[in-house]
């Protein structure tokens, strides 16, 4: 499982004077209520929003995706 690392999306963003939500939403064609929760940390991006991300930035997708490890299931949940 990966999840967007956030900072590291943030510095890279400023970098092209893009320090809201508004500009990344703008620049990489993604909703600018979608840019807000997920700049927010309220929300992960589906992949269509990460790879968008990653292009309006000219950025390899992995670059601004961290692997995290998978969390154990409830039990009584099937796979």
């Given amino acids: 499982m990966y999840r967007l690392n956030v900072g590291r999306l943030r510095e890279i963003a400023a970098r092209r004077d893009d320090k809201t939500a508004y500009a990344v939403a703008k620049r990489s064609g993604i909703s600018v209520s979608s840019a807000y929760r997920i700049l927010g940390g309220q929300a992960q991006p589906d992949l269509n929003s990460a790879l968008?991300?990653?292009?309006?930035?000219?950025?390899?997708?992995?670059?601004?995706?961290?692997?995290?490890?998978?969390?154990?299931?409830?039990?009584?949940?099937?796979?």
Avoid at 53 to 75: C, F, G, H, N, S
């Fill in 52 to 79: 968008l991300i990653a292009q309006a930035y000219d950025l390899d997708i992995r670059t601004v995706m961290d692997p995290v490890e998978d969390e154990e299931e409830p039990a009584g949940v099937a796979a």
